[in-house]
């Protein structure tokens, strides 16, 4: 059944070189550059688009850690945004952004989007994939990128089964 909200599916933005498993970052801008380097790699973005999710923590403070451990690291759409993309990254150690409730964070997703609603869909299935606190735990702890592909798409089944299972006859 096809999902009623705009955009592509979490899976198609999430290119396969856009994963990266236990990032070396010492600090928050080295957390945020592992996520735009793995936008770039996944082609969503030039290398400027990650100089200005930088410069948006920078000014915005650390409003991109969403939740306890997670960062949503984006920025506007630009230029820089060739494409929509997710980038998926869990450090090798949690990282402090400065957030008073929900640092350290664990696991830094990027963001790209080149208008303001082409993402919707993949921005809701990633919000419901990350509400399961065992989900969240088994991406952090996936040692390949094609293990977090694979969980992915496992979610992606089931939601699509279980919307076919609420159809009416």
């Known amino acids: 059944m096809a999902d009623a909200r705009p955009g592509p599916a979490l899976s198609d933005l999430l ?6 498993i236990g990032a070396d970052a010492p600090d928050w801008r080295a957390a945020v550059r592992a996520a735009g380097d793995a936008l770039l790699e996944g082609g969503a973005t030039s290398a400027a688009y990650t100089d200005e999710m930088i410069a948006a923590v920078e000014e915005l403070g ?3 850690v969403i939740a ?5 690291a984006h ?8 494409r929509p993309g997710i980038s998926i990254v869990t450090l090798g150690h949690p990282v402090a ?4 409730q929900n640092d350290p964070v664990r696991l830094v997703v990027g963001l790209a989007a ?8 993949a921005l809701s299935t990633l919000a419901e ?14 040692r390949t990128p094609d293990e977090v ?9 089931e939601q699509a089964a279980a919307a076919t299972e609420g159809m009416p006859t």
């Open 149 to 157: 592909r694979r969980m992915v798409a496992s979610f992606e089944e």
């Open 114 to 121: 080149p208008d303001e609603e082409g993402h919707v869909t």
């Open 75 to 82: 920025s506007r759409p630009s230029p820089a945004v060739l």
């Open 15 to 20: 290119a396969a070189g856009a994963i990266t």
């Open 97 to 100: 952004f400065g957030h008073a």
């Open 68 to 72: 306890p451990g997670i960062a949503l």
């Open 129 to 142: 994939f990350l509400a399961d606190a065992a989900r969240l735990e088994a991406l952090i702890a996936a």
């Open 62 to 64: 650390p409003y991109m």
